[in-house]
């Protein structure tokens, strides 16, 4: 369910993000404006994103045909709306520079393709339901836990030669006791409330099991039968040790689909970032070798929407740091993908200002590069993760406990490119410059902030350190 729901959310994605809305901007005079040559590529996207969902329906005929038939319901409807005609059309009114009614069929179009999304998406199952499922899971683990620990401590109890202040009646009352907490934690595994999962949990009838050893074990304890009940409480123990093993797999198995599921999210979107990023930098050097003396009104217009672009990719960034924030198990990567964004905001505001020359270009590509890396080390977990080919690291926690979205070892690979960067950049500044007098103002920022992350480098290089188990 987590990798279907994924991939429907991917398509949400695409068809949202690729949809401008026209700006109320003057439009050059051109035989393709630029917002036309926009809307066409959107266009392009669309017909293929059609395409990929319709050949994913076929594969999912066989073996879920209830998804495929909701993806064929709504990509059909998504025809019989002529989405695509429409934004050709769009296209057309656009090359006219008929400005308000591109905008006003722009916003129709989005209107149709809410519903559509919104079709495609009913019954699924979505992130934050898996999260109570994994909470629900993790309490029930928790309790079968603590009844295991008083089972244990009973049978101990009737190890021990009674004396007077434990007479065997009161170890019949509390075996009862422990019977009937088993007895409700079974009934909320068989029947879990509105806001848990609508399915009994694993280990379910197990617990059940337990709970009859233990009213057996209180019977023979007030008949006196000491050895029968040491084999009933020894009975309900390995029942309830059985559950908790099934729970911690279920547990483990939940974790794993929506580590997937948030490494699949995280790619798509660093994917896009890096397509979009790509065009900026060819942008940008084509400002540049014109040369900013000679720009016209469409180059100036263009600096403007590249500058907008570099600022849309920030946010985007900023949306990637509060997953991983959220997520809070990996220590470089949310520092990595922060500095993407202050870059990110960093190459807007040259841009906006004009500067589009060699510095600037240096910044794009170094944005480029990390997206780059950024990408392989989520590809590569997601991949391993699939394949079931992640064996735990040294000195793993227990399955009870969340595993990092990363391992250690993809981190340090991306603090080590982290700071390889920092001494290019470094680098950089004393091949051009050579010493601190020829620096400018706006150089002594930048070297400042070289200076900050390398700071940031170090101290996450500690705290890397402390997590790594003692030998390694």
Same mark, same amino acid.
């Given at each position: ?23 109320? &901007? ?23 994103? =059609? /395409? ?25 409807? *998504? ?34 393709? /809410? ?58 009352? *509390? ?8 007895? /409700? ?22 617990? @059940? ?9 209180? @019977? /023979?304890?007030? &008949? ?32 794993? $689909? ?34 900013? =003396? ?21 946010? $985007? ?21 922060? &500095? ?111 200076? =900050? ?11 890397? =350190? ?7």
């Amino acid at each position: 369910m987590q990798w279907r729901a994924c991939t429907f959310w991917f398509a949400v994605a695409a068809w949202l993000t690729v949809v401008p809305l026209v700006g109320a &901007q003057p439009v050059p005079d051109s035989e393709r404006t630029p917002l036309a040559a926009k809307q066409e590529l959107v266009s392009d996207r669309m017909a293929r994103l =059609e /395409d990929r969902m319709f050949r994913l329906a076929d594969e999912l005929a066989k073996t879920e045909p209830d998804q495929a038939e909701r993806l064929r319901r709504g990509l059909q409807r *998504a025809r019989e709306l002529l989405l695509r005609p429409r934004m050709e059309e769009v296209m057309r009114l656009l090359d006219r520079a008929e400005l308000a009614e591109a905008s006003d069929r722009q916003k129709a179009i989005l209107g149709d393709l /809410d519903a559509v999304l919104e079709s495609l998406l009913q019954d699924l199952e979505d992130p934050a339901a898996a999260e109570k499922r994994a909470e629900a899971l993790e309490r029930y683990r928790q309790r079968v836990n603590e009844l295991i620990e008083e089972q244990q401590q009973l049978r101990r109890k009737g190890e021990t030669p009674p004396v007077a202040t434990q007479p065997a009646p009161d170890d019949a009352k *509390a075996q009862r006791e422990t019977a009937e907490k088993a007895g /409700d934690l079974a009934k909320d595994m068989a029947e879990p409330s509105d806001s848990e999962p609508a399915e009994a949990a694993p280990g379910t009838d197990d617990v @059940e099991a337990a709970q009859k050893h233990m009213e057996a074990a209180a @019977e /023979d304890l007030d &008949q006196g039968r000491a050895a029968d009940a040491d084999q009933q409480q020894t009975r309900a123990i390995e029942a309830l040790q059985q559950a908790m093993r099934k729970l911690e797999r279920e547990l483990m198995q939940q974790r794993r $689909e929506q580590q997937e599921a948030l490494l699949r999210a995280l790619e798509d979107r660093f994917r896009e970032m890096l397509v979009r990023q790509l065009q900026i930098n060819r942008e940008t050097v084509r400002l540049d070798e014109t040369g900013v =003396e000679h720009w016209a009104r469409a180059d100036e217009l263009l600096a403007g929407q590249l500058a907008q672009g570099e600022r849309d990719l920030s946010a $985007e960034a900023v949306v990637a740091l509060r997953i991983l924030r959220t997520e809070g198990s990996t220590v470089v990567f949310p520092h990595i993908v922060e &500095q993407v964004q202050a870059d990110l905001d960093e190459a807007g505001n040259r841009i906006a200002a004009a500067r589009v020359g060699a510095a600037t270009q240096r910044l794009q590509n170094e944005i480029v590069a990390t997206l780059e890396q950024l990408i392989e080390a989520v590809e590569q977990m997601r991949k391993q993760m699939e394949a079931g080919s992640m064996p735990p690291p040294p000195g793993a926690p227990e399955q009870s406990d969340k595993p990092p979205l990363l391992p250690n070892s993809a981190e340090l690979k991306l603090l080590r490119s982290l700071q390889q960067r920092l001494h290019r950049e470094t680098g950089t500044f004393f091949a051009d410059f050579g010493n601190d007098a020829a620096l400018t103002e706006e150089d002594r920022r930048d070297l400042q902030r070289v200076a =900050e992350r390398q700071k940031v480098v170090a101290d996450m290089a500690i705290e890397m =350190e402390e997590r790594l188990p003692a030998g390694h």
